[in-house]
């Protein structure tokens, strides 16, 4: 079949030549509408569920709310699992469904299950709502405004009714979030002693307040053929207007809201966030993109939006776009990825014109670079896939590989030209026949070999999880670029030969100096090999041996680092600290961070947003860095930058980096990259065990940001009514708990519009008279025997309770996390397991799990482990069915053991460390490794058709091969050298493993190949 397609490409060059420029063409016009991305779709099936309990403590909020949620999600279809935050008037439940699940299909699930439980939750709790359709890692763009005159009030209505509205209208967005500033609303607050002194009940107010800012509906009246809509035009704006509404009128006199409270335009209470921009105070815009949107399409109409937008804003109004924006990243990387691109085909154009001294039988060569790659793109984009790091990386690595089928066949094209020269003229053949039986003799060894190495990255396609996901379409990308190689090979290289290259050309019959020089220097040194052959194989067996052994003293990771350009920094204070001292303690830090001359900006936000899956408490400050590095390395800024802020007292210091932030996040519920879950049911042992662990794992070396999550006892003042005399005074228990509510945590009771918009308008005692337990105490409740004091039908006390309840499949659990610092994760994971199970002895009922990126790599590891032993099965039998010979078969697979001794040392000499991408590398080796093997035993094979003796067909066929062999390894492995070198560089760090590994393998393995297979192969021979 394979001959018959040169044949028909031969036939038909002309369609050939058209075919090849339409592709070119096409895949253009198509390559520049594609979406591009920093991943592929990394987004996890997970559905947040968040919840509004005003005024509940944590614990009653874990019982009325998280806890229902949590038991109606347990055991959902396809749920994995169910996490869980009850913060003081907040629930979030996370619900993760398993990868591949249809995010569609999975918030219908819960929606129902939701639908079940809703009236189930108590009175003054609001219906649960779902998160945006998106992950943590769909939060693309952090926007910041300041301003000089502008009130913090002002700046926050205009983000909230202005800004946020245009943004969430632009195609692709799915949430944005603001955080800072005072949310304004028109406040009524009552004064107990003039309600006192006015005889005037709480019931009464709010009877009186309710709906107090609310038009009427009139109807309509026809009259004279006319239509009237008739409409009670009660709303107003003026807080003077509300004050004159009346609270009572009788024979007591007429009382008004104004008599009995004071109506003022002010920020809402209790603030949950504040945000600062370099030390400034700030409102902060969290920008989330839809699933399987571009990231930077949306950027680019998110600052034209923007852009827009800061011309009809005050002139004092700074609109900062840098503090983190994804799309920077991906530009960083997707331009870091395209100049290892071109710099390595610039190695393949060198290794080829030095090889061939030829501009035409290099250019047809190259010609497999741009169709490959541009057949690749229109097949992702026919597949649906993007352009993201992992689709490019994979090209990238193959791009040495793109050239070989063309390059074999060039050279033995090359070869048969001027061994056709060398014939009388009589007995010449015409080019275009001379071409099909060069490319005919070579064509089904190097397809062969393609298939092996397509073979050799299947187990990529049985990795789950974020690691499939990442690198599944890096696995598409090379091996559909593989593919359209062999395509090119088979038509267009052809068609090319027997256009440039002509038999009389006296360019192309002579060989060029440096293959001449190169198979005289081979020739020598292959007969010294002869001489020495035992000790040929004793010595590469025992650095094969040496080589395992030093595998085993290599660490293990996941993920290499990423160079983000940007650091996210966690602040933890204590539990209990107020809003205003723990952004005090924030504005300290940004300080601290702007001393460091790499940092360029700074953003912090303290607290939480309204309606916010990231469930920060008011102790908990987030800090965005950005940094341009100049004269040191990142770890050395990180290590002044966490010495520096160790400073602060009282505090935890946690550095990570936006997106491996928010990757740890998704895989293990914590943002650092080791999560210890103690689980147990007593809050207060289970801070007292994980304190115990925390300091097991601060002795471990390499540890670094070990923190616990803080669910430790905060202030609280608990009022409990004394039911003897709630019943002696006729106090019903609703009207107690309503009492507490209005009078202490405020109740919406209307809303008032300026200009379509609406701002709430809020019952309830000034803050002011309301301030200690003393104050409390004071407060006049409503009974049928008059006002007493809230003292005299209740305690209240100051006592501690939790400040945050975590759950997990339906059981408490409190956090330790880590970051892991100069070396490797798997190591640290394992002795800090031992640390803790020598210090720490866990009573019946709790115990620990350990999670984090650690988790994703052992199963990555297993996963891979068991494919790569399918994939070599596979590769045995397609070198059986090439060769017929199982004996052949193996002295061929001999390449991949010679190609694991490069690979494992160059990483000993390198990072040091195993991890997924390097694993990947190893077996990628083993397919791209067999050619080399195949092309000598295809063509001892077709000596000995010719009855040649076995040395001689070793040498000749040494010698004729060795072009073709030193060609397609030099420029597979010198195309990767750009990847090698660069891994630091954004884009590259994933790559880089996978490409030194494969550069070391191939050095080794095609160096000993030219002289092991050889020796194996005269050894097992019959010698006749």
Wanted: aromatic content about 6%.
């Amino acid at each position: 079949m394979l001959n018959r397609i040169i044949k028909f490409s031969l036939s038909n060059r002309i369609v050939v030549l058209i075919l090849a420029g339409l592709l070119l063409l096409t895949g253009t016009a198509v390559l520049l509408r594609m979406d591009v991305d920093i991943f592929p779709d990394l987004n996890a099936p997970t559905v947040v569920v968040m919840t509004e309990a005003p005024g509940l403590a944590p614990e009653e909020v874990e019982k009325l709310v998280s806890f229902p949620i949590e038991t109606s999600l347990n055991g959902a279809t396809d749920v994995r699992r169910v996490r869980s935050s009850s913060a003081t008037g907040f629930s979030v439940v996370w619900v993760e469904f398993d990868w591949g699940t249809d995010i569609y299909k999975a918030r219908q699930i819960v929606s129902e299950k939701l639908t079940e439980i809703s009236d189930a939750l108590p009175a003054g709790i609001s219906s649960p709502v779902l998160g945006p359709q998106s992950s943590i890692l769909g939060e693309i763009f952090i926007i910041g405004l300041t301003a000089d005159s502008t009130s913090l009030a002002e700046l926050r209505t205009i983000a909230d009714r202005t800004i946020r509205p245009r943004l969430l209208a632009t195609g692709g967005v799915s949430q944005v979030t603001v955080i800072g500033g005072d949310i304004k609303e028109y406040q009524i607050k009552l004064d107990p002693e003039r309600m006192k002194y006015l005889d005037v009940s709480l019931d009464e107010v709010i009877a009186a307040t309710e709906g107090i800012n609310t038009n009427a509906a009139g109807g309509i009246i026809y009259d004279y053929g006319n239509e009237y809509l008739i409409k009670g035009d009660v709303n107003t704006s003026s807080p003077e207007d509300i004050g004159m509404s009346v609270v009572r009128s009788d024979e007591r006199g007429v009382v008004t809201v104004a008599d009995i409270a004071d109506i003022e335009v002010a920020g809402k209470q209790p603030r949950l966030g504040l945000a600062s921009v370099e030390a400034k105070p700030a409102v902060l815009m969290t920008v989330t993109k839809q699933p399987s949107t571009g990231t930077i399409e949306l950027t680019e109409n998110i600052e034209t939006e923007l852009a827009k937008l800061s011309k009809s804003l005050p002139g004092d109004i700074k609109m900062s776009t840098d503090i983190f924006k994804q799309s920077d990243f991906i530009d960083n990387s997707i331009s870091n990825l395209q100049q290892s691109l071109f710099e390595g085909a610039l190695f393949v154009i060198i290794i080829l014109f030095f090889f061939l001294m030829n501009i035409r039988t290099t250019l047809i060569s190259l010609v497999a670079l741009p169709m490959s790659i541009i057949i690749t793109i229109l097949v992702m984009h026919f597949l649906g896939l993007n352009i993201n790091t992992m689709s490019l990386g994979g090209i990238a690595i193959a791009i040495g590989s793109l050239v070989d089928d063309a390059i074999v066949d060039v050279e033995n094209v090359y070869k048969r030209i001027r061994e056709n020269h060398r014939l009388p003229s009589e007995k010449r053949m015409n080019t275009v026949k001379l071409v099909y039986e060069a490319s005919k003799e070579v064509r089904m060894p190097i397809f062969n070999s393609s298939l092996i190495i397509i073979a050799s990255f299947l187990p990529l396609f049985f990795l789950h999880g974020i690691e499939g996901r990442m690198l599944v379409p890096l696995g598409i990308s090379f091996i559909v670029a593989l593919i359209a190689s062999t395509i090119v090979a088979l038509t267009l290289t052809p068609v090319l030969c027997s256009y440039l290259l002509k038999g009389d050309d006296k360019h192309l019959t002579t060989e060029s100096w440096a293959s001449r020089k190169l198979k005289s220097v081979y020739a020598k040194a292959l007969d010294k090999a002869f001489s020495f052959k035992k000790g040929l194989i004793i010595s590469v067996g025992a650095l094969f041996l040496i080589s395992l052994g030093v595998l085993f003293t290599l660490g293990r990771s996941f993920l290499p680092s990423f160079n983000e350009g940007s650091l996210t920094i966690n602040i933890s204070a204590l539990p209990g600290i107020s809003l205003e001292e723990s952004d005090h303690i924030g504005r300290i830090a940004e300080e601290i961070i702007l001393s460091v001359p790499e940092v360029t900006t700074v953003a912090r936000k303290t607290g939480r947003a309204e309606l916010d899956e990231h469930s920060l408490g008011a102790n908990v400050s987030e800090i965005e860095a950005p940094y341009v590095l100049d004269g040191r390395s990142r770890n050395e800024m990180v290590q002044e930058l966490r010495h520096k802020l160790s400073e602060i007292p009282g505090v935890n210091i946690e550095i990570g980096q936006p997106i491996s932030h928010r990757i740890d996040a998704m895989l293990s519920g914590t943002e650092a990259q080791i999560a210890i879950k103690l689980f147990g049911d007593d809050l207060e042992n289970l801070y007292t065990l994980g304190s115990q662990i925390k300091n097991a794992a601060s002795e471990v070396p390499g540890i670094v940001d070990v923190n616990i999550e803080q669910q430790v006892g905060r202030p609280q003042i608990d009022i409990r009514p004394r039911r003897e005399m709630l019943a002696l005074y006729g106090i019903p228990v609703n009207k107690f708990v309503e009492f507490i509510n209005v009078a202490l945590s405020g109740q919406v009771v209307s809303q008032v519009y300026e200009h379509g918009q609406p701002y709430d308008v809020t019952l309830r005692i000034d803050n002011e008279r309301s301030n200690s337990i003393s104050d409390i105490s004071q407060l006049m409740i409503d009974t049928n025997k008059g006002k007493v004091p809230l003292s005299s039908v209740a305690d209240i006390l100051s006592v501690t309770g939790p400040n945050t309840i975590n759950r997990e499949n339906v059981s408490r659990r409190i956090v330790i996390s880590a970051n892991v610092d100069g070396r490797d994760l798997r190591s640290a994971v394992n002795d800090i397991k031992a640390m803790v199970d020598e210090d720490v002895k866990l009573p019946e009922g709790y115990y620990v799990a350990y999670s984090g990126q650690f988790e994703s790599e052992a199963e990555a590891s297993r996963t891979l482990a068991l494919t790569s032993l399918g994939a070599l099965v596979i590769i045995l039998m397609l070198l059986y069915s090439e060769f017929k010979n199982f004996k052949q078969s193996l002295i061929i697979l001999i390449n991949m053991p010679l190609a694991m001794i490069g690979g494992i040392l160059i990483l000993r000499c390198t990072s040091g460390e195993l991890n997924i991408p390097a694993i990947i590398g190893f077996i990628s080796l083993m397919g791209i490794t067999t050619r080399n093997g195949m092309l000598l035993m295809s063509r001892y094979n077709n000596l000995e058709a010719e009855h040649y003796d076995v040395m001689e067909r070793i040498i000749k066929g040494s010698t004729d091969r060795l072009l073709p062999i030193v060609m397609t390894a030099l420029t597979s492995a010198l195309a990767l050298i750009p990847l090698a070198l660069r891994g630091s560089e954004p884009g590259n760090e994933i790559q880089s493993p996978m490409a030194i590994v494969i550069l070391g393998g191939l050095l080794t393995s095609t160096v000993l190949n030219i002289f092991v297979i050889p020796v194996i192969y005269y050894m097992t021979s019959p010698k006749k």
